[in-house]
């Protein structure tokens, strides 16, 4: 019998890494597989179409973003559960399995997401074990990205949030928020932080389980095209100024604001280029600040 588990896969140009991903996908036994294509123009599609037909495919004329690709999938799926991920990871053997039967034992918590390890399997290191927030310099983070995995994460737990690369959705959990899962506005990079960060302000929890393994050959935004880069530096604060209250925020403002700004001055220096999406982003900040002091009680 088939897990109530269906998988969303987004891809753009994935021609090298599609089918190791479905090869991997299709051994995790779930009612379902749907990949969403952002206007591919390599052979991504033809790869899906011959060697995987039982695969349900959506394929858009141009790229609309991760989190329009991820809400779309979501709200297609007709499954209890959703599981997101990256066409560049590729999942052991009952990965799924594991996290399904941590949410179905933890009925309040929204996800469950793995061990994430870098793609080299002979020197594993950790790409993640779920995300975590250094505030005191306004920096989500991936927990042990680029250690050497030597068990120090071989502990089940309850985690800040999942990164979207590989992770377990409970669907009820999704639609409780009362809007879109991923906030399309942010287009890409954060879009999982602040994801996590709304689920845990409506009450739900978030399980990290050691041992569900997959690898994932990280793409950053560190060689993607300038306004990319630009985006994933300033989303930062909207995704702040959406979920975090001004009680928690004044402890460790003094010290998370002037740290910011000398961050600014050094990219200036040496990437102002990367500091374009600044302005707006701060704008939308205030606004999304303001609307949660207008709607307060």
């Known amino acids: 019998m088939s897990l109530p588990v269906t998988i969303i896969i987004p891809t753009w140009n994935s021609a090298e890494c599609i089918q190791a991903c479905l090869d991997k ?27 995987f037909p039982d695969v349900q495919i959506t394929s858009w004329p141009e790229n609309r973003g991760f989190a329009r690709a991820m809400n779309f999938g979501i709200s297609e799926c007709n499954t209890p559960f959703v599981f997101l991920l990256n066409d560049d990871c590729e999942l052991e053997s009952g990965h799924i399995d594991i996290l399904l039967q941590t949410l179905q034992n933890n009925p309040q918590s929204a996800s469950a997401t793995g061990k994430l390890l870098g793609i080299d399997r002979d020197n594993p290191t950790i790409d993640s074990v779920g995300i975590r927030l250094d505030k005191y310099a306004l920096r989500p983070m991936d927990e042990g990205l680029g250690q050497i995995d030597v068990g120090q994460f071989d502990q089940n737990r309850t985690i800040f949030g999942p990164s979207a690369a590989a992770v377990l959705f409970r669907v009820s959990a999704l639609n409780s928020l009362g809007a879109p899962p991923f906030d399309e506005s942010l287009v890409s990079y954060y879009e999982d932080v602040d994801l996590a960060w709304r689920l845990t302000n409506a009450q739900w929890s ?34 702040w100024a959406k979920n975090e209250s001004l009680k928690p925020f ?42 949660r002091l207008v709607s307060r009680p």
């Open 250 to 291: 004044l402890l460790y403002g003094a010290i998370a604001i002037p740290w910011e700004i000398m961050r600014i001055g050094r990219r200036a220096l040496t990437q102002p280029q990367e500091l374009t999406q600044i302005p707006p982003s701060l704008v939308r900040s205030i606004s999304h600040i303001t609307k």
């Open 25 to 51: 996908a299709h051994l995790q036994n779930v009612q379902s597989i749907h990949v969403i294509d952002n206007g591919s123009v390599d052979n991504t599609l033809n790869i899906v179409r011959t060697e």
């Open 206 to 239: 978030h399980q990290y389980c050691y041992r569900a393994i997959g690898f994932h050959q990280r793409r950053g935004p560190s060689n993607k095209p300038n306004h990319i880069r630009a985006r994933a530096f300033a989303n930062r604060y909207i995704v």
